[in-house]
């Protein structure tokens, strides 16, 4: 079951605004509508009783805000409505907002029924420039009250990523690898999103380790370590060790957190760690992202945060994968039938070590880490490098998604839908066979000619219309995606 205490909860406000030479009863009453219709989709929208006309009323509406304990606004034009004013009230509220207006429902009615808010939604959109404002305006941002209604149940997981985001702390510990420097990403892009971190060092990760033992719940968490795994248990033996390397983690992230509200991580993994410790960190690391607390392997910060907004979006439970291998070709024959219209280079597997949460795998058992293995204990029985959670992945749709610092402190993102197939990969690990149409070109004209970094952060949702919207969002200018086969990337030979 998903935990979702590391994710906020959303109050929307439904705000409406009237222009004074309009009919204030009219946005009432479309706002009204509203409301019920949000009420049908079982919506967490709050009504607001302030209609805004002008700027006393805009802080009257902020008060009421405030009172309701309101964290994301949906203003709504019900009529033309006052751009000032309006924007003013999104600028001091300072939380995430969306912006919607009234269609017209009748042409019976185009004297004293008509609003305008088509016009207006122009005004507004001026002024929220002028502001230096980042709102969600959704595609097409006037309709009826079932439409409006549709849009905000969208902005929902939009607003849910956005406030978890700002209200974020990474915690890393380790140096971040120099054999993989993808993952050595600066730090500065973190803090123009709002994002706090907190680096640590190895040590300071095996001190509060070593200081959790004896810990009352260790017991606890070994006992539901093992009701989880079932017939998976091939080392009940680990479980105590491995409980209390989970129980140091939350204890030192509920210490730390300070300012924030939610807080994921980013761990050195290995060589060094298995020595130590005595196993290898990726079933803990499973068990935290199906409460909602992402462990990014090998100090991937910009992984972790991945991962977080992939978790908000979809309240569903995220992985961190390599984009690892090509799929053989004698694989891809014999599966024909179940790859369907999936080109060879559409397909790859994505594989890490054992980080996936168990509900998302078929089969779900404790293992050893096999390349780990061959470094750290070869020809020797499995000891130290014991501790993973291997299985194929369950077949479904999945987004696979990444929010990458550039080496020149930009910020860029990628996207695309997919699916895992119902392939059996033959190999080890958390490990899928994935299928995303024009793979072979995404990988070469935007992973590689943008310089992204290995891991993918994979949702087990559908989630790329939320993840761009939230993107424009943020302020990110480069948003990719896989493009089909008619519409050429810019490097991409035309001969």
Same mark, same amino acid.
């Given at each position: 079951?998903?935990?979702?205490?590391?994710?906020? %909860?959303?109050?929307?406000?439904?705000?409406?605004?009237?222009?004074?030479?309009?009919?204030?009863?009219?946005?009432?009453?479309?706002?009204?509508?509203?409301?019920?219709?949000?009420?049908?989709?079982?919506?967490?929208?709050?009504?607001?009783?302030?209609?805004?006309?002008?700027?006393?009323?805009?802080?009257?509406?902020?008060?009421?805000?405030?009172?309701?304990?309101?964290?994301?606004?949906?203003?709504?034009?019900?009529?033309?409505? *006052?751009?000032?004013?309006?924007?003013?009230?999104?600028?001091?509220?300072?939380?995430?907002?969306?912006?919607?207006?009234?269609?017209?429902?009748?042409?019976?009615?185009?004297?004293?029924?008509?609003?305008?808010?088509?016009?207006?939604?122009?005004?507004?959109?001026?002024?929220?420039?002028?502001?230096?404002?980042?709102?969600?305006?959704?595609?097409?941002?006037?309709?009826?009250?079932?439409?409006?209604?549709?849009?905000?149940? %969208?902005?929902?997981?939009?607003?849910?990523?956005?406030?978890?985001?700002?209200?974020?702390?990474?915690?890393?510990?380790?140096?971040?690898?120099?054999? +993989?420097?993808?993952?050595?990403?600066?730090?500065?892009?973190?803090?123009?999103?709002?994002?706090?971190?907190?680096?640590?060092?190895?040590?300071?990760?095996?001190?509060?380790?070593?200081?959790?033992?004896?810990?009352?719940?260790?017991?606890?968490?070994?006992?539901?370590?093992?009701?989880?795994?079932?017939?998976?248990?091939?080392?009940?033996?680990?479980?105590?060790?491995?409980?209390?390397?989970?129980?140091?983690?939350?204890?030192?992230?509920?210490?730390?957190?300070?300012?924030?509200?939610?807080?994921?991580?980013?761990?050195?993994?290995?060589?060094?760690?298995?020595?130590?410790?005595?196993?290898?960190?990726?079933?803990?690391?499973?068990?935290?992202?199906?409460?909602?607390?992402?462990?990014?392997?090998?100090?991937?910060?910009?992984?972790?945060?991945?991962?977080?907004?992939?978790?908000?979006?979809?309240?569903?439970?995220?992985?961190?994968?390599?984009?690892?291998?090509?799929?053989?070709?004698?694989?891809?024959?014999?599966?024909?039938?179940?790859?369907?219209?999936?080109?060879?280079?559409?397909?790859?597997?994505? +594989?890490?070590?054992?980080?996936?949460?168990?509900?998302?795998?078929?089969?779900?058992?404790?293992?050893?880490?096999?390349?780990?293995?061959?470094?750290?204990? *070869?020809?020797?029985?499995?000891?130290?490098?014991?501790?993973?959670?291997?299985?194929?992945?369950?077949?479904?749709?999945?987004?696979?998604?990444?929010?990458?610092?550039?080496?020149?402190?930009?910020?860029?993102?990628?996207?695309?839908?997919?699916?895992?197939?119902?392939?059996? *990969?033959?190999?080890?690990?958390?490990?899928?066979?994935?299928?995303?149409?024009?793979?072979?070109? +995404?990988?070469?004209?935007?992973?590689?000619?943008?310089?992204? *970094?290995?891991?993918?952060?994979?949702? +087990?949702?559908?989630?790329?219309?939320?993840?761009?919207?939230?993107?424009?969002?943020?302020?990110?200018?480069?948003?990719?995606?896989?493009?089909?086969?008619?519409?050429?990337?810019?490097?991409?030979?035309?001969?």
């Amino acid at each position: 079951m998903f935990n979702q205490k590391n994710i906020p %909860e959303v109050k929307i406000g439904l705000l409406a605004v009237s222009r004074d030479c309009f009919p204030i009863a009219l946005s009432r009453r479309r706002k009204q509508a509203v409301a019920a219709a949000c009420q049908k989709l079982n919506l967490p929208v709050i009504e607001l009783e302030t209609i805004i006309e002008n700027e006393k009323d805009g802080l009257k509406a902020l008060e009421e805000i405030k009172q309701k304990g309101i964290n994301a606004l949906a203003i709504y034009l019900g009529n033309f409505g *006052p751009e000032g004013p309006t924007t003013m009230v999104a600028q001091k509220f300072g939380g995430p907002v969306m912006l919607a207006a009234a269609a017209e429902e009748t042409g019976a009615d185009l004297f004293d029924g008509r609003g305008d808010a088509y016009c207006g939604v122009l005004n507004a959109s001026y002024s929220v420039g002028l502001r230096q404002l980042k709102i969600h305006i959704p595609e097409y941002p006037a309709g009826t009250a079932d439409d409006v209604a549709r849009m905000i149940e %969208e902005f929902v997981p939009i607003a849910r990523a956005w406030l978890g985001l700002k209200n974020l702390k990474i915690f890393s510990f380790g140096p971040r690898p120099q054999d +993989f420097y993808a993952c050595n990403a600066p730090i500065k892009p973190l803090f123009d999103l709002g994002v706090e971190i907190m680096e640590n060092s190895e040590l300071d990760l095996y001190d509060v380790y070593l200081k959790a033992a004896g810990s009352p719940e260790i017991k606890a968490v070994a006992a539901d370590m093992a009701r989880e795994l079932g017939t998976g248990n091939n080392y009940p033996e680990l479980l105590d060790k491995l409980a209390q390397y989970e129980v140091a983690l939350l204890n030192f992230m509920e210490k730390n957190l300070g300012a924030e509200k939610y807080g994921v991580f980013a761990n050195k993994c290995w060589p060094a760690f298995e020595p130590y410790f005595g196993f290898v960190p990726c079933y803990v690391n499973s068990r935290l992202a199906a409460r909602g607390i992402p462990v990014a392997c090998e100090v991937d910060i910009y992984g972790a945060l991945s991962e977080y907004l992939l978790t908000c979006v979809t309240e569903m439970p995220a992985t961190l994968l390599d984009i690892n291998n090509t799929v053989p070709q004698d694989m891809y024959e014999k599966n024909k039938k179940k790859i369907g219209e999936y080109k060879l280079t559409d397909l790859f597997m994505g +594989f890490h070590c054992g980080n996936t949460a168990s509900c998302c795998l078929l089969q779900p058992a404790i293992g050893y880490q096999l390349i780990m293995h061959r470094l750290l204990e *070869p020809e020797q029985k499995p000891e130290i490098t014991r501790g993973t959670i291997e299985g194929r992945i369950k077949p479904g749709q999945v987004t696979i998604f990444r929010l990458q610092g550039t080496a020149d402190t930009q910020l860029r993102s990628y996207l695309a839908h997919g699916e895992v197939l119902d392939v059996e *990969p033959q190999s080890f690990g958390s490990i899928g066979v994935f299928g995303i149409k024009e793979m072979g070109r +995404f990988y070469r004209h935007v992973l590689i000619e943008k310089r992204f *970094p290995h891991h993918t952060a994979v949702g +087990f949702k559908a989630a790329g219309r939320v993840l761009f919207a939230l993107l424009r969002m943020l302020g990110i200018k480069e948003v990719y995606y896989n493009q089909p086969a008619a519409l050429p990337y810019p490097t991409e030979n035309p001969f």
